[in-house]
């Protein structure tokens, strides 16, 4: 079973520039969740959709930051006009259910953005 | 704001002594808390606790839950040099649509 998927692993932007980061989750999982880590600090919950539906995007930025999740195809991740402070790991993660406690969220690798 | 502290924040031991890693939080109505280990790429997911005092053993890893006292312990025993990792502690509460609180995370290296 092929897990969380992201691409690209890095990615280097020049500020001004847009960045979309993919991210396909486990096979049978329709949960999607965003987290960015800065350096030296945790992992920071971004935002939380279903199929076409954004759930809870509370730990988003409101400008220049977009999220979706298509009937078709991977999660994307948007960040226009990126900045010095974009630079970070952005991790995605799915989960088969949102609401079963049973049910915990599996992490992709990652997409490590450097913007210079 | 929820609030998820992990300490000690880095760790150096030797290769098979036993290591305690903690993890406080407050949260408005708790879920569970989920222990995940990173190493260089994803955090992988280690254990899931929502009850208290029953202990989740994978290997040499354990770890507990104490919801009164509102922290849990990761347990590593005859630690190894494959050990050397973050590990995260993440809080899940009933109303935050599922998302994920996490701590700043503890370093662990283990030397041989």
């Known amino acids: 079973n092929a897990g969380v998927m992201q691409n690209p692993r890095h990615l280097v932007r020049r500020r001004g520039q847009e960045a979309r980061l993919r991210c396909s989750p486990m096979?049978?999982?329709?949960?999607v969740y965003w987290y960015r880590q800065l350096p030296e600090e945790g992992l920071k919950f971004m935002v939380y959709?279903?199929?076409?539906?954004?759930?809870?995007e509370s730990g988003m930025p409101k400008e220049r930051f977009s999220a979706e999740f298509p009937k078709e195809g991977p999660s994307i991740l948007r960040i226009q006009q990126v900045v010095r402070g974009d630079s970070a790991a952005y991790f995605c993660?799915?989960?088969?259910?949102?609401?079963?406690?049973?049910?915990?969220?599996?992490f992709g690798p990652g997409t490590r953005l450097l913007v210079l | 704001e929820d609030k998820v502290v992990q300490s000690p924040l880095s760790l150096v031991v030797h290769e098979g002594d036993t290591v305690t890693l903690n993890c406080s939080y407050e949260?408005?109505?708790?879920?569970?808390l989920l222990w995940y280990k990173q190493e260089k790429k994803a955090p992988t997911f280690l254990f899931m606790l929502?009850?208290?005092?029953i202990e989740k053993k994978s290997g040499r890893l354990s770890s507990i839950l104490d919801k009164k006292e509102l922290f849990s312990i990761l347990n590593i025993t005859a630690t190894q040099t494959g050990d050397s990792a973050i590990y995260l502690c993440?809080?899940?509460?009933?109303?935050?649509?599922?998302?994920?609180?996490f701590g700043e995370g503890t370093q662990l290296t283990v030397n041989p």
């Open positions: 949260v408005t109505n708790f879920r569970s």
């Open positions: 993660a799915s989960s088969l259910s949102g609401t079963t406690t049973r049910e915990t969220q599996y």
């Open positions: 096979k049978g999982h329709s949960h």
């Open positions: 993440a809080v899940l509460r009933e109303t935050s649509g599922s998302r994920l609180t």
């Open positions: 959709l279903q199929k076409e539906n954004i759930i809870d």
């Open positions: 929502t009850s208290s005092g």
